[in-house]
């Protein structure tokens, strides 16, 4: 926009460069602490890089024990939860993408009504929607224990889909109704007066046109729920139905865990939503903005 | 149309927030729970979780938290969409490709990174500072009563910045340009034009910003669990990991949790409220 002069280019390259390293620096701890032994992160404590690289942290954890390589031929002690890892990793699959459908679903017929319909009951509806977004989860959770407790739905994926669902429809409905609300509504008009229903010309002519939108919700919704600790941490006790965050959490306090596996587990847990953010950073960007401001 | 939206609003939303006030207000602990009867007992949860010094240093650390963490976040929020808005610096594009990446990681593995970072013994951030012989002894960041609460503000900052650097570098382009072009004919240098120009076209999304990362810094819960738990002592209880721990660990007394969460909840409350009156008062949509 403006000229810049040479000594301010460099001040800004300079100012690039501290926050792409800031940026940078656990992504680096991560992948350091992950390829080497605890014995190396013993050795030599103000060491940065290890002496020697090594995957078998890798490889414990995808062969879920069966093969320990060299630095865990000696273990007498893996983590049971490690030995889940595929179990984990699948349960977190099937809950985000069954919560990712589900908001989507619920969310975008609601955010349509919010946008088209101009009534006292969908604006309540939003603002009811609004003030959902802040419930934090821990005030969820106490009571829903003891609900889910009662009905016999603690340690069931079907339990932590249903109340991740409803945690994070209001926030899906919030980014898609400006979407919805910027969709001209002259098509679906004519539609409607060659003779088809509200719902007919929703699925038809708005949700193609929509598809920006749907993408954008869909891909924060899968992260978020990717993310999501405490609710199966707490409804989940068992192994087979832990997600990996919960698995991963159940690592904090095991004093028999380093660094090196933990940091392994880390890296394998957080590749799939860095993939995603590389990949439809443009939607999520936008859905982002959507989401906190109105259209 | 509405119908699924609204079973789940009840279902999952405002029964169970109806129900933690139900509970609040109750004896609930294992041996009720057991027998399925929770006997009224009043005010008492709420005296108790009031008469709890843990209660009110939870509350002390997380007042202090949240005004570090959104004070930092909306400073470096627009210093950074600023930066990262300057298309003719390559350096600059590079950092906006990168900006998103914290977003991406899960907060447990943020902390659990972070923690790596911190360690005392082992720790890559000691590593780092001993390479470029800044520091001669290892420095314990999270494991000091006096630093620990800093030291977890910095991990969630990182988590959550990109969030606000988002929506700060989107109101940035809804600033016209001809605006800048007239002050610069007046002769406003770089410094007047940000103050007169940009801080008060960006009034509206540092106010959203302030709202919203209050709100969810005050429910702040997977970082403090990963790299403190609450410690060293009680120097990094907060109020969600007071609530989480008087009720699911011994001797899990769940009204007492259910009336401390309650607070917490009302305290968030009052923020949406303002949020609401803000930010959506003039809404069409």
Not at chain 1, 98 to 125: D, H, K
Not at chain 1, 227 to 250: C, G, W, Y
Not at chain 2, 195 to 211: D, H
Request: contains cysteine; aromatic residues 12%; positive net charge.
């Amino acid at each position: 926009m403006f000229k810049l002069s040479l000594p301010n280019r460099l001040a800004l390259h300079v100012a690039n460069l501290a926050v792409i390293a800031v940026i940078l620096l656990p992504l680096a701890a991560v992948i350091i602490g992950s390829i080497q032994s605890e014995k190396s992160l013993q050795a030599d404590t103000r060491r940065l890089l290890p002496p020697e690289v090594t995957g078998d942290n890798f490889l414990v954890i995808l062969t879920q024990g069966e093969q320990r390589g060299r630095i865990f031929d000696q273990a007498t002690y893996l983590p049971d939860n490690i030995k889940k890892f595929y179990r984990a990793f699948a349960n977190s699959l099937i809950v985000a993408v069954s919560v990712t459908f589900l908001t989507l679903l619920f969310g975008a017929l609601s955010a349509y009504t919010i946008a088209r319909l101009r009534y006292r009951w969908t604006l309540f509806l939003l603002q009811a929607n609004i003030v959902s977004r802040f419930v934090p989860a821990i005030v969820l959770m106490i009571p829903l224990y003891i609900v889910m407790r009662s009905l016999g739905q603690l340690n069931s994926l079907s339990g932590v889909i249903l109340a991740e669902t409803g945690f994070l429809l209001p926030y899906a409905i919030l980014i898609l109704a400006p979407y919805f609300d910027a969709i001209p509504s002259e098509l679906e008009e004519a539609a409607r007066i060659d003779g088809c229903s509200r719902l007919r010309a929703f699925v038809h002519i708005v949700l193609p046109l929509a598809t920006p939108a749907l993408a954008a919700c869909g891909v924060i919704m899968f992260i978020v729920s990717w993310h999501e600790l405490l609710i199966p941490l707490i409804l989940n006790a068992r192994p087979e139905f832990m997600t990996l965050p919960v698995v991963i959490a159940s690592l904090v306090g095991d004093v028999f865990v380093f660094f090196n596996l933990m940091m392994a587990i880390c890296l394998l847990a957080l590749l799939p939503t860095v993939v995603l953010v590389a990949l439809l950073q443009k939607y999520i960007v936008e859905g982002l903005a959507a989401g906190a401001v109105k259209g | 149309m509405n119908l699924p939206t609204l079973v789940f609003l009840g279902a999952v939303l405002a029964y169970p927030v109806i129900y933690a006030g139900y509970l609040s207000v109750h004896k609930v602990g294992l041996a009720q729970l057991r027998r399925g009867e929770f006997p009224f007992s009043g005010w008492e949860n709420y005296g108790r979780v009031l008469e709890d010094p843990l209660f009110w240093m939870a509350m002390k650390n997380t007042l202090l938290f949240t005004a570090i963490t959104v004070i930092s976040e909306i400073v470096l929020a627009v210093a950074i969409a600023l930066l990262i808005n300057q298309t003719s610096i390559w350096t600059s594009r590079v950092t906006r490709f990168l900006i998103l990446l914290p977003y991406a990681i899960p907060p447990i593995c943020n902390g659990l990174i972070w923690s790596f970072l911190y360690s005392f013994q082992l720790g890559f951030l000691n590593r780092i500072l001993f390479s470029l012989g800044l520091i001669h002894d290892p420095v314990n960041w999270a494991g000091n009563p006096d630093t620990a609460l800093y030291a977890v503000t910095v991990p969630y900052i990182w988590r959550t910045l990109p969030f606000a650097i988002i929506l700060v570098h989107a109101a940035l382009q809804g600033i016209p340009r001809e605006l800048y072009e007239q002050a610069a004919i007046d002769g406003a240098n770089a410094w007047h034009r940000f103050r007169q120009i940009t801080l008060p076209m960006l009034q509206q999304i540092i106010a959203v910003i302030l709202i919203l990362r209050t709100a969810f810094a005050f429910a702040v819960f997977e970082e403090i669990l990963a790299i403190t738990q609450g410690g060293p002592g009680d120097a990094t209880w907060v109020a969600a990991w007071y609530s989480y721990k008087i009720t699911f660990s011994p001797p899990n007394n769940f009204g007492m949790g259910a009336a401390s969460a309650f607070i917490l909840a009302l305290m968030i409350a009052a923020i949406a409220l303002v949020y609401l009156r803000a930010v959506y008062r003039r809404v069409q949509l």
